[in-house]
Every structure is written in C-alpha cells, then in structure tokens.
C-alpha cells in the first residue's frame, strides 16, 4: 500500500492509522478528478489506481457523490485549520480580514491540487445530495468572520450590507485569481499579492473613515 507523507492534507482531516486507506482513496481520487475531470472518472478509475476494491470505496463514501463531497468536505476542513487560529488571534474586524485573506491564498499556494478540484466540484456539491451539508459548513467557515464584521458595524468601521454579500466582497476577488493562477494564465503566486487582496477586502466593507 502506498503510504501518504506527513504534510499530506487528509492526514490533518483524517489522522490516524486505521484511516490510512480512506486517505489513499482519497488522494487518488483527487489525482483521478483533477486528471479526467469529475464527470469522465468512474468509481472504477479510482479502484484501480488506489488498487482498492469497489466493496471498500462504496463502505467510505457510499457512492461516487459521497466521495466527491468528502474530498470537498477535507479540503474546507483543511482551509479552516488553517484560517481559524488566525481569526481567533484577531483584535479587530480589519485583523480578521486580514487572516481571512492572507489564510486563504496560503492554502491554495500550498494545496493547488485541491484548490483546483473544488473550483469544478463546487457546482456538483452544491446541488447534489450534500448541498444542505454544505450550505451548513460554509455557515461555519465564515461564521467567525461574520461575528467581526457585526461588531465591526456596531463600532461604526465596516459598513451594514447584508450579510450573504460579505464573503463575494472579501473573498471572490483572491478566488478570481487563484483561478487564473491554477489554469496557468498568471504566474505569481496568490501569497505574492496577500497585502494587495488584504487591503482590497478591507476597503470593499471598510466605513468611509476607516478605509486606509
């Protein structure tokens, strides 16, 4: 059996040693979805390339959707690990961003090849059988950040707009590049811009005077 290494995202989502399979399963997967794409890679495809059984893939992950939603579910875990120490280390709505932003282009410059499959699994999660899940985890990934921003409005430096257009504010400008940074068509780094998307996501929902 091929054994993952340390640094390896779903050893951080999935630890320990009775889950060594589940993370080879997933890894391959990855590696299958980001090859073939999500609709061309059959269960089949990733039993053989984890030389796995069928029985063992479906008692993880139930069937081809499970396993989708389960890598899309390890990669948000591994984003949160990641952005919640930070957020908790925040003293201000401006630090918060700051963590948020500079949290999230880390990520994708360290695990390209699970920030790629969530931009082409989104939809499929989204509207699949785990799409309520995964509306309730994004409640959570963001959930700290909304807190900063309600204490933000009430101490008047971030402005009072509804609450689903803060994440596209804060974060869709660094998705849009990460994006072209994965598909080749830029080639810095997202964490060579971290000051830059930083400052732009504070100015985006920053009050009139508290903008700089």
């Not at 280390?89 to 390209?112: G, H, M, R």
């Not at 504010?169 to 964490?191: D, F, H, M, Q």
Request: hydrophobic share 45%; glycine share 6%.
């Amino acid at each position: 059996m091929t054994h993952l290494p340390v640094s390896d995202p779903f050893a951080r989502v999935e630890p320990g040693p009775r889950k060594e399979h589940k993370r080879l399963i997933l890894s391959c997967a990855l590696a299958c979805f980001n090859e073939l794409g999500i609709q061309a890679t059959t269960v089949e495809t990733i039993r053989e390339r984890a030389n796995s059984s069928i029985g063992s893939i479906y008692h993880h992950f139930g069937n081809k959707d499970g396993l989708i939603a389960a890598l899309f579910f390890a990669a948000l875990d591994d984003q949160l690990a990641l952005t919640h120490p930070r957020m908790q280390a925040a003293v201000s709505a401006k630090d918060a961003i700051e963590a948020l932003v500079q949290s999230y282009l880390e990520w994708v410059t360290q695990q390209p090849g699970l920030a790629q499959f969530m931009a082409q699994a989104r939809a499929s999660v989204a509207d699949g059988p785990f799409g309520q899940e995964l509306l309730q985890r994004n409640k959570k990934r963001y959930s700290h950040m909304l807190e900063w921003l309600e204490k933000g409005v009430k101490e008047g430096a971030v402005l009072a707009l509804p609450r689903e257009t803060y994440a596209s504010l804060l974060i869709g400008p660094c998705e849009n590049y990460c994006r072209a940074w994965l598909s080749g068509r830029v080639k810095s780094r997202p964490t060579d811009f971290v000051q830059v998307f930083a400052q732009a996501a504070w100015r985006s929902v920053a009050t009139a005077g508290n903008a700089l």
